[in-house]
């Protein structure tokens, strides 16, 4: 059960990060390699205000949030907007660009040491045989209600359904009427939000620390790929999976004898990118109606 209550507290964290990058690509057929990095801005953000200018805790989590917003509109009209129409693949370099550089920057700003931003031992509850503490069950719980809003969004109101019309076919959802360019920019700050949220989850539950965002990142597009580029929710579901095999590779006495290190956990999302590339790189759920 405790193997299951930790995929359970890592998918929660992927899944925000990987429903975000899925949205992206189903819209403009792009990846923001940059994502890692408004990870761990949200996250430090946060710490900022609430450790360093001792806002409430509610506060700071909104202004983390905001801060993940506004550097993920920054990132589509300086790094995204002027290129992606050229070609699909130039916002690849250029968020690349943009992530090495946010990479100094924070790393110039906050150092390598360790941040939280609710520092002190959190209380533990045993529940059927796991221990989880409060914060890992709120985070848990705020991450299902952000993606029950998406959910509403998405399949519950017409600005939803325009979303969908762009996956499906832009050029024909375009010509009648559906403007795309503002969902272009919507999707952005909802990855950006979400991105943002997945910071502060690691600040709260874990410690923040710049070398964070490559892991991040990879594991975010293990999961897009495996779901199928594109599916918002195929996305999410993989980000549990690929959590899930994560903790079941490193927690599970393998044949009686030995322990893999933890160190190992890694090669779990850098393997499903391998094999699904070699033999289904639509991923499980792709769109077949997916015009990029």
Request: charged share 5%; proline share 4%.
């Amino acid at each position: 059960m405790q193997l299951i209550a930790n995929a359970a507290i890592a998918g929660s964290l992927g899944a925000l990060i990987a429903g975000g990058l899925a949205l992206v690509y189903g819209l403009l057929g792009i990846f923001n390699l940059a994502l890692g990095q408004t990870v761990l801005l949200g996250g430090y953000a946060t710490w900022v205000l609430h450790q360093g200018l001792h806002l409430p805790l509610p506060v700071s989590i909104l202004g983390g949030v905001l801060a993940g917003v506004v550097l993920a509109a920054l990132t589509f009209e300086i790094f995204v907007n002027p290129f992606y129409r050229l070609h699909r693949f130039l916002p690849l370099v250029t968020t690349i660009a943009l992530s090495m550089i946010l990479d100094g920057a924070i790393l110039l700003m906050f150092q390598s040491s360790p941040k939280s931003i609710v520092p002190g031992i959190p209380q533990v509850l045993h529940i059927a045989g796991a221990s989880v503490s409060t914060e890992q069950l709120l985070l848990i719980g705020a991450t299902l209600l952000l993606l029950l809003l998406c959910a509403y969004i998405l399949h519950a109101t017409s600005f939803g359904r325009k979303i969908r019309a762009i996956v499906s076919h832009e050029h024909a959802a375009m010509s009648l009427g559906v403007p795309a360019g503002t969902l272009f920019r919507f999707a952005f700050l909802v990855s950006g939000a979400l991105a943002a949220a997945a910071g502060i989850f690691i600040g709260i539950d874990q410690n923040l620390s710049p070398t964070l965002a490559f892991p991040l990142t990879i594991k975010a597009y293990a999961a897009i790929i495996a779901g199928g580029k594109g599916n918002f929710w195929g996305a999410i579901l993989m980000a549990y999976v690929i959590a899930l095999l994560e903790q079941l590779l490193v927690g599970i006495h393998w044949f009686g004898t030995f322990y893999v290190p933890a160190g190992y956990q890694q090669t779990v999302a850098l393997l499903f990118i391998i094999v699904f590339l070699l033999f289904k790189p639509t991923g499980l759920f792709a769109s077949r109606s997916r015009i990029a």
